[in-house]
């Protein structure tokens, strides 16, 4: 079964910085692109960032680019973003997807998604 | 970026009858050369994540009821469940990815029971 678990969430202040990770389990974590994609609370959804399957093509939200890093190791079969210079309207439960195709050329949907963690910019 | 509009942005309907959540994209999702609409639909159910439900526009994932379908193609797009059901009260969500990135979602559709 195709799990993914995001961790490190928290409450962080204006201009901050945190780091999420997201452990993949049940598939071939080298093949995939991964994303993240965020909720504010009460609010729709917003892709954030994809990386390639092999970590080397990275692209982002024009709302975080230059402020949040993508990456992976497939060693581990762990994703990560860092987030830094954190604003308020970044307050949003983020979530990390698998892409449906291998190898794609992000040209498909997500599946399955994690449970989310939660980041909350607020003074 | 291709804009993705859902209407309507909220649908009250009594069970057992028929719900239509509509989306329409900015520019065509439509590849000729393949002829696949790059169009899915997502259900959210409260506090937890968007589950997948159709995908290539009309390709039910496996497992969900068939009272869900998906139409629609080049920039309209149509999701039905043909018979409300209680455990259907959700927000529904289309996303392309013919153009990506970025990925674009529509704003959502909140379903709720009459």
């Known amino acids: 079964e195709v799990q993914l678990l995001e961790s490190g969430g928290g409450l962080v202040q204006p201009g901050g910085s945190l780091r999420l990770s997201c452990a993949a389990s049940g598939f071939t974590f080298r093949n995939y692109a991964m994303s993240w994609v965020r909720q504010a609370p009460g609010k729709g959804l917003e892709w954030v960032s994809v990386i390639s399957a092999s970590g080397d093509d990275r692209y982002y939200a024009d709302s975080v680019k230059g402020r949040f890093t993508i990456s992976r190791d497939n060693s581990k079969n762990t994703l990560d973003l860092q987030m830094n210079s954190l604003r308020v309207e970044d307050t949003a439960v983020y979530y990390c997807?698998?892409?449906?195709?291998?190898?794609?050329?992000?040209?498909?949907?997500?599946?399955?998604w994690g449970q989310g963690t939660l980041v909350t910019v607020s003074s | 970026d291709i804009v993705m509009t859902q209407s309507p942005d909220s649908l009250a309907v009594s069970l057992g009858e028929r719900a239509t959540i509509n989306c329409k994209s900015s520019?065509?999702?439509?590849?000729?050369?393949?002829?696949?609409?790059?169009l899915v639909w997502y259900q959210q159910k409260p506090g937890q994540p968007p589950k997948l439900l159709i995908y290539?526009?009309?390709t039910r994932e496996s497992g969900v009821p068939d009272r869900f379908s998906g139409s629609g193609s080049g920039t309209d797009f149509t999701l039905t469940i043909s018979s409300l059901q209680a455990e259907d009260v959700a927000v529904y969500y289309c996303q392309q990815y013919y153009s990506t990135p970025p990925y674009t979602f529509g704003q959502g559709t909140k379903l709720e029971i009459k």
């Open positions: 997807a698998k892409d449906s195709i291998p190898y794609s050329n992000y040209q498909n949907w997500f599946d399955p």
């Open positions: 520019q065509s999702v439509l590849d000729s050369s393949n002829k696949k609409n790059y």
């Open positions: 290539w526009a009309s």
